[in-house]
Every structure is written in C-alpha cells, then in structure tokens.
C-alpha cells in the first residue's frame, strides 16, 4: 500500500460510523456526555492501557508516516498522546463538569509538532480518526459482553466521536497558530537576507550563506534587483516562490531574484496595477547597485525622462543613466564646453545646439542633416558657418567633439 493510499482509507470513518456523528452544538455535546452513566468511567479504566496499544498498532499499519516516525524519538510522543487521549475520555465520562482548558494543551501540542514535523494537519487527523474507530470497537465489545443497554453504547458511540470533533479542533488551532509563527519568521529572515543582501555595507559571505539556507533562498551568482512602485490606488499584492525575495511593505519596495529567474521575462502578468524597473544584471554582491541603478531610472520616469510602462528595463536606458549619473557635473560639464552659445539668445541656442549634435551624431552633409532636422539644406550650411565661427578648431579636436556630444546629449534629456 502506497502512503497516498493509505491516507485515502484512514482519512473518513465507516459510513455506519459517520452517520452517528453529525455537526453538533455546544448543547447538544453537554447532552451527550451529560447522560452517560457515571460507572461507565471505572468499567472503562482498567481496559484502557489494552485499547491504546491497539490504536498505537492501527496508526502503525495505517499510516506509514507515523509508522516509521514510532521507531524513533518520537516514538513515545505518540504513545503518550494516544493514552493521554484516552485518559481524558475517560475522565471526561467521571466527571462532564470538570475544567478542561489545561488537557487541551496536550492535543494543540500535536497540532504544532506537525508544523514542527514538516507534515499535514490530516496526518494527525486521520489518526485521530483511527483511534476513534478501534475504540469504538472496544467499546462496543465490551457492551456487549457485560450486556450495557443498546441506546448507551449508542450514546458512547457520540461520546467518542464528539470527543474527536473537539480534540481535532484543538490541534488544528496549535497547528494553525505553529504555522503561522513559522511563516512570520520565514518572512522575517527572508526580510532580513533581503535588507543584508541590498545594504551598501558588505556583508561576510558565509553569513549570507547561512541565512540564505535558514530563510529557504538559494543563492545565484547573478541577480537583478527591481524597484516597484503602485500604478494603481490599492493594487493586490502579488505572492512569489521562494525564489524571489520581495518587501512591499517599504517606503520603496523592491524584488530581488535570480538573473534567470522563470517570472522575469514576464514580469508584467505577475504585477498587475504595479510599476516595475528592472536593475542590470549584476554579481550577487554588487545587488545594490542593481537596486540603486533601478530607482534612479524610476525617478527618471518621473521626471519623464524615461518612458513611462509597467516594465522598465534598465539595459534598455543605460546611456541616459550614465549620462545623468551626476547632474551638477553634467550641467558644469556642459557650461564650460558650449561656452561660445552662451551669448545667443535662447531660440538661437537651441537651433544651433540641435544642428551641433546632428553634426557630432552622423558627420553627415547639410542635405542629410536637413532631412533629420526638417529644414532646408541652406539652413544647415547657415548654421553651420555659425558653428565654425563660434568653435573654430574645437569642431576637429576629438577630446573637445566628444565633450560637446555628451554634454548635448545630458541637456536634450534634461530639457
């Protein structure tokens, strides 16, 4: 039998059984137990220790997870947890009354060790309803031999599974609340990786390492960071694998992922009402460079120097982030070297500035300059005897034409 299989047949009693067991209320649990007789408690007692190496033999053949887990340390956990269990039952048919709050712990106990364990609440569950099942046996066994009336082992038949009901109860709030803490602190490590892995300050490698393995992120050689930003009033927050680490709950929220990551040629579907920059791809230690590099292009998209989409593309704007990498510098830069336009008037400063950078730009003629800037050709020769007279031998000085290149180029992007 495959362990899939198995689960299959020990996850839902027998129909005959089911069928005593519907949903029942608080009122209707009170009743239950509330009409047994109390005796029944020392005619069950001296059995007990029988019936729970019978259940501990059921959960073993039955559930191949547990089965291999009874062999080891936790070996006695479940032992103990099945006689505890019956102990209460029992308990519970002495006195109904009694407080129970303290042996509830046992069984949200359970419930988190199987978060613990790596495993499904319905591993605990389906054992919880094998107990039922083999007790219900026992039970209805030992009616018959000491001739208890139909209608009590009937009542005991919903003695046991009311009693099912709540102890699976109690271990799904310890597994829930186990789940939660652990996911609460997986997403604290993975924030933390991600503000170590982005910090300006180098980090050991061998504590990114670690932490990397402790927060489930494998480590890449070259990643990308993405800056995102809202396109949308409350856009939804979209959920990633593990292999991206993400905080959406910065001032400025970013991704970070492998370079080859599956999601990054489509990251657009997975974005939806968000705007995304993608960094250059860069080195693992160099990540924040890749993060710097993609806010300062959202900034740009901003100032509307860059186009505005719901994916940017860095790669796609380098020049224009290596020209504006220092504005001051590229205004400084520009000041000095188109000097002989600043006593033009503005509209003068202009034509001959675009006519200056098409030159630069193509070398071309005056017919090919006119076509790209859409006047006459006599209107380019014009202007570029103006440019000859203001520049003189700089127009052939290779260091000068470059500086006048860029610096045209930074004032045309900063307008």
Same mark, same amino acid.
């Given at each position: 039998?495959?362990?899939?299989?198995?689960?299959?047949?020990?996850?839902?009693?027998?129909?005959?059984?089911?069928?005593?067991?519907?949903?029942?209320? !608080?009122?209707?649990?009170?009743?239950?137990?509330?009409?047994?007789?109390?005796?029944? !408690?020392?005619?069950?007692?001296?059995?007990?220790?029988?019936?729970?190496?019978?259940?501990?033999?059921?959960?073993?053949?039955?559930?191949?997870?547990?089965?291999?887990?009874?062999?080891?340390?936790?070996?006695?956990?479940?032992?103990?947890?099945?006689?505890?269990?019956?102990?209460?039952?029992?308990?519970?048919?002495?006195?109904?009354?009694?407080?129970?709050?303290?042996?509830?712990?046992?069984?949200?106990?359970?419930?988190?060790?199987?978060?613990?364990?790596?495993?499904?609440?319905?591993?605990?569950?389906?054992?919880?309803?094998?107990?039922?099942?083999?007790?219900?046996?026992?039970?209805?066994?030992?009616?018959?031999?000491?001739?208890?009336?139909?209608?009590?082992?009937?009542?005991?038949?919903?003695?046991?599974?009311?009693?099912?009901?709540?102890?699976?109860?109690?271990?799904?709030?310890?597994?829930? !609340?186990?789940?939660?803490?652990? !996911?609460?602190?997986?997403?604290?490590?993975?924030?933390?990786?991600?503000?170590?892995?982005?910090?300006?300050?180098?980090?050991?490698a061998q504590t990114l390492t670690e932490l990397a393995a402790t927060a489930g992120w494998t480590v890449p050689d070259h990643v990308v960071a993405v800056a995102i930003?809202?396109?949308?009033?409350?856009?939804?927050?979209?959920?990633?694998?593990?292999?991206?680490?993400?905080?959406?709950?910065?001032?400025?929220?970013?991704?970070?992922?492998?370079?080859?990551?599956?999601?990054?040629?489509?990251?657009?579907?997975?974005?939806?009402?968000?705007?995304?920059?993608?960094?250059?791809?860069v080195k693992l230690a160099d990540a924040p460079t890749s993060l710097r590099l993609a806010r300062r292009a959202l900034s740009y998209v901003h100032r509307e120097l860059?186009?505005?989409?719901? #994916?940017?593309?860095?790669?796609?704007?380098?020049?224009?982030?290596?020209?504006?990498?220092?504005?001051?510098?590229?205004?400084?830069?520009?000041?000095?070297?188109?000097?002989?336009?600043?006593?033009?008037? #503005?509209?003068?400063?202009?034509?001959?500035?675009?006519?200056?950078?098409?030159?630069?730009?193509?070398?071309?003629?005056?017919?090919?300059?006119?076509?790209?800037?859409?006047?006459?050709?006599?209107?380019?020769?014009?202007?570029?005897?103006?440019?000859?007279?203001?520049?003189?031998?700089?127009?052939?000085?290779?260091?000068?034409?470059?500086?006048?290149?860029?610096?045209?180029?930074?004032?045309?992007?900063?307008?």
């Amino acid at each position: 039998m495959t362990e899939s299989s198995a689960r299959r047949m020990t996850t839902v009693p027998p129909p005959r059984l089911e069928a005593l067991v519907p949903p029942r209320s !608080a009122a209707a649990s009170t009743r239950i137990w509330s009409t047994l007789p109390r005796e029944l !408690a020392s005619m069950f007692r001296p059995r007990a220790a029988d019936v729970a190496v019978a259940v501990v033999q059921e959960i073993r053949r039955s559930i191949p997870e547990y089965a291999r887990l009874l062999e080891g340390p936790f070996g006695p956990i479940v032992t103990g947890g099945v006689e505890e269990t019956i102990a209460q039952f029992i308990d519970r048919l002495a006195d109904p009354s009694a407080p129970r709050e303290d042996r509830a712990k046992i069984f949200r106990h359970l419930g988190k060790l199987e978060v613990a364990q790596g495993r499904n609440i319905d591993t605990l569950q389906s054992a919880y309803r094998i107990g039922a099942r083999v007790a219900w046996r026992r039970i209805a066994e030992f009616g018959q031999s000491v001739n208890l009336p139909t209608v009590t082992i009937c009542q005991l038949a919903e003695a046991v599974f009311d009693y099912v009901d709540e102890i699976s109860v109690l271990s799904l709030e310890g597994f829930a !609340a186990a789940q939660a803490k652990a !996911a609460g602190a997986l997403e604290r490590r993975r924030r933390r990786l991600l503000e170590l892995l982005l910090s300006e300050t180098p980090v050991a490698a061998q504590t990114l390492t670690e932490l990397a393995a402790t927060a489930g992120w494998t480590v890449p050689d070259h990643v990308v960071a993405v800056a995102i930003e809202r396109r949308e009033d409350e856009p939804d927050v979209p959920s990633f694998d593990e292999g991206i680490l993400d905080d959406f709950d910065a001032a400025e929220p970013c991704l970070l992922m492998a370079a080859d990551h599956d999601h990054l040629p489509s990251l657009q579907e997975h974005l939806p009402g968000w705007r995304a920059v993608v960094g250059p791809r860069v080195k693992l230690a160099d990540a924040p460079t890749s993060l710097r590099l993609a806010r300062r292009a959202l900034s740009y998209v901003h100032r509307e120097l860059i186009p505005d989409e719901p #994916v940017i593309w860095c790669n796609d704007h380098l020049s224009t982030l290596w020209l504006l990498t220092d504005e001051f510098l590229a205004r400084e830069l520009a000041e000095r070297t188109l000097t002989p336009l600043a006593g033009l008037t #503005v509209k003068q400063r202009a034509r001959l500035s675009e006519t200056l950078l098409a030159w630069l730009e193509t070398s071309g003629s005056a017919p090919e300059i006119a076509g790209r800037l859409n006047v006459h050709p006599q209107t380019v020769r014009y202007r570029l005897h103006q440019l000859e007279a203001l520049f003189g031998e700089r127009l052939t000085d290779p260091d000068d034409r470059f500086r006048m290149e860029i610096s045209l180029r930074a004032m045309r992007l900063l307008g």
